[in-house]
C-alpha cells in the first residue's frame, strides 16, 4: 500500500469537528476509497485554549511552514486568515480542500493558477455538482442553471408557508443550528449567491464578479404573498438562477420567486437543496440533497480529500485557473418571470 496521504486541517467547529471524526472512525473504509491511508496529523484553531482533538493543535504558521504534509483542508470560513492560509499552502507545493465558498467565488481562479485547488463542499454541501461540472458534463453545453442554495432560507420560507411569523421562523432556525446569530449572509442572499457565481464559471466557463449577481433576500416576503401565491398554485422559493445565449454578457440573480406546486423545484424540504442542469447533450439533470449540516458538508471535503490521495485531477481547480487572466463577463438580471415569476 502506498504511504499514508498526510493532512493537516485549519478549523475544527461544526464541519471541521465532523470531518476529523470520520478520518478516525472511518479510517478502514476511507483507506480503502482512496487507496492509502488518510492521515490527520494537525490542526489549526483560532482558539486552541482548552481545546481537545484527534492531533495536535498547533499554530497555522508552523503547520504551514512543516514540509510533510500532503494537503491542507480548510473550514475555517471568510476572506482573511483563509487566503492568506491557502495561498501560502498552494505555493508551497500542497493540495488544498476548502468549503470556502466566499473565498472560491471571490478569489477562486486567481488561487486555482497556484496548485491544486479543490472545492466539492462550497456548493450545496453533500450534492456532488462541482466536479460533475467540471468533469463529467465538460464537454456540453450548459445553458442554464436554477437551484435553491441555501437551507436556511429555504427552512424558513418552509416554517413561514404552514403559518410562522418571518420573526418566528427564523428563530426557531436559530434554535436549531440552521441560521447564525446574524443571518444576513443567509436572508439577504449573499450566500446563494456566491454559490451561483461558482456554478456559472464552472457551467459557463466565463469568470464573473459575484458582487455583480443581484440579490434579493427573503426579509420582506410576508405572510400574505405567501398565501396569495397558494391560491394561485405557486410557493415561494428563493431561487438561484443563471443562463447564457452568447459570450458577451450572463443573466443571472437570486431573488424569491413563484414556483408551481407541481414542479420539482417546489417539493424541495427544509434545509434541503436542489440544482437544476439544462445541458445541450445530456438534457434536463435535477440534482438534490441535503445543502447544510456538518455531516452533509464533511462528506463534500472527504470525496476531495479522496480524490486527492489518489492523484485524480483537480478538475474544477483546473477550469478555474484557465479564467484567471479573462476579463469579467457582463451579468445583468434575468427577466422577472424567467425561470419563475418573480415573488416581488
Same mark, same amino acid.
Given at each position: 500500500?502506498?504511504?499514508?496521504?498526510?493532512?493537516?486541517?485549519?478549523?475544527?467547529?461544526?464541519?471541521?469537528?465532523?470531518?476529523?471524526? %470520520?478520518?478516525?472512525?472511518?479510517?478502514?473504509?476511507?483507506?480503502?476509497?482512496?487507496? %492509502?491511508?488518510?492521515?490527520?496529523?494537525?490542526?489549526?484553531?483560532?482558539?486552541?485554549?482548552?481545546? $481537545?482533538?484527534?492531533?495536535?493543535?498547533?499554530?497555522?504558521?508552523?503547520?504551514?511552514?512543516?514540509?510533510?504534509?500532503?494537503?491542507?483542508?480548510?473550514? !475555517?470560513?471568510?476572506?482573511?486568515?483563509?487566503?492568506?492560509?491557502?495561498?501560502?499552502?498552494?505555493?508551497?507545493? %500542497?493540495?488544498?480542500?476548502?468549503?470556502?465558498?466566499?473565498?472560491?467565488?471571490?478569489?477562486?481562479? *486567481?488561487?486555482?493558477?497556484?496548485?491544486?485547488?479543490?472545492?466539492?463542499?462550497?456548493?450545496?454541501?453533500?450534492?456532488?455538482?462541482?466536479?460533475?461540472?467540471?468533469?463529467?458534463?465538460?464537454?456540453? *453545453?450548459?445553458?442554464?442553471? +436554477?437551484?435553491?442554495?441555501?437551507?436556511? +432560507?429555504?427552512?424558513?420560507?418552509?416554517?413561514?408557508?404552514?403559518?410562522?411569523?418571518?420573526?418566528?421562523?427564523?428563530?426557531?432556525?436559530? $434554535?436549531?443550528?440552521?441560521?447564525?446569530?446574524?443571518?444576513?449572509?443567509?436572508?439577504?442572499?449573499?450566500?446563494?449567491?456566491?454559490?451561483?457565481?461558482?456554478?456559472? !464559471?464552472?457551467?459557463? %466557463?466565463? *469568470?464573473?464578479?459575484?458582487?455583480?449577481?443581484?440579490?434579493?433576500?427573503? $426579509?420582506?416576503?410576508?405572510?400574505?404573498?405567501?398565501?396569495?401565491?397558494?391560491?394561485?398554485?405557486?410557493?415561494?422559493?428563493?431561487?438561484?438562477?443563471?443562463?447564457?445565449?452568447?459570450? +458577451?454578457?450572463?443573466?443571472?440573480?437570486? $431573488?424569491?420567486?413563484?414556483?408551481?406546486?407541481?414542479?420539482? !423545484?417546489?417539493?424541495?424540504?427544509?434545509?434541503?437543496?436542489?440544482?437544476?442542469?439544462?445541458?445541450?447533450?445530456?438534457?434536463?439533470?435535477?440534482?438534490?440533497?441535503?445543502?447544510?449540516?456538518?455531516?452533509?458538508?464533511?462528506?463534500?471535503?472527504?470525496?476531495?480529500?479522496? *480524490?486527492?490521495?489518489?492523484?485524480?485531477?483537480?478538475?474544477?481547480?483546473?477550469?478555474?485557473?484557465?479564467?484567471?487572466?479573462?476579463?469579467?463577463? +457582463?451579468?445583468?438580471?434575468?427577466?422577472?418571470?424567467?425561470?419563475?415569476?418573480?415573488?416581488?
Amino acid at each position: 500500500m502506498r504511504a499514508p496521504f498526510r493532512v493537516a486541517l485549519f478549523g475544527l467547529g461544526n464541519v471541521g469537528g465532523a470531518l476529523a471524526r %470520520r478520518l478516525v472512525e472511518d479510517a478502514d473504509r476511507i483507506t480503502m476509497a482512496a487507496g %492509502r491511508p488518510i492521515a490527520l496529523e494537525g490542526i489549526a484553531v483560532a482558539h486552541p485554549e482548552g481545546r $481537545r482533538a484527534p492531533a495536535p493543535i498547533l499554530p497555522a504558521a508552523q503547520l504551514l511552514a512543516q514540509p510533510q504534509f500532503d494537503a491542507i483542508v480548510e473550514v !475555517m470560513g471568510g476572506l482573511e486568515p483563509a487566503s492568506t492560509y491557502i495561498r501560502s499552502a498552494l505555493q508551497a507545493g %500542497r493540495q488544498v480542500i476548502t468549503a470556502n465558498k466566499q473565498l472560491v467565488a471571490a478569489q477562486g481562479p *486567481r488561487l486555482a493558477c497556484l496548485g491544486p485547488l479543490r472545492f466539492e463542499a462550497s456548493v450545496a454541501s453533500a450534492i456532488p455538482i462541482v466536479e460533475t461540472l467540471a468533469d463529467t458534463l465538460s464537454a456540453d *453545453r450548459i445553458g442554464s442553471i +436554477t437551484g435553491i442554495l441555501n437551507g436556511t +432560507t429555504n427552512s424558513i420560507l418552509a416554517a413561514m408557508g404552514d403559518g410562522a411569523s418571518y420573526a418566528d421562523a427564523l428563530a426557531d432556525a436559530q $434554535r436549531r443550528g440552521l441560521a447564525e446569530a446574524d443571518p444576513s449572509a443567509d436572508v439577504d442572499a449573499h450566500d446563494p449567491a456566491a454559490k451561483l457565481a461558482i456554478l456559472v !464559471m464552472l457551467a459557463f %466557463r466565463r *469568470r464573473i464578479d459575484p458582487s455583480q449577481i443581484e440579490r434579493v433576500g427573503i $426579509r420582506d416576503v410576508g405572510p400574505e404573498q405567501i398565501e396569495n401565491g397558494r391560491q394561485r398554485g405557486f410557493v415561494i422559493k428563493l431561487i438561484a438562477a443563471a443562463t447564457t445565449h452568447d459570450d +458577451t454578457r450572463i443573466q443571472a440573480d437570486v $431573488r424569491p420567486r413563484l414556483v408551481p406546486i407541481d414542479a420539482p !423545484m417546489a417539493r424541495v424540504d427544509g434545509a434541503m437543496n436542489a440544482i437544476a442542469v439544462d445541458a445541450e447533450y445530456a438534457g434536463s439533470l435535477i440534482f438534490e440533497g441535503p445543502g447544510a449540516g456538518p455531516d452533509a458538508a464533511a462528506s463534500a471535503v472527504l470525496a476531495d480529500l479522496i *480524490r486527492a490521495a489518489k492523484d485524480a485531477p483537480a478538475s474544477a481547480g483546473s477550469l478555474l485557473a484557465t479564467l484567471a487572466d479573462a476579463s469579467p463577463a +457582463t451579468v445583468v438580471p434575468l427577466a422577472a418571470t424567467i425561470p419563475y415569476p418573480a415573488a416581488s
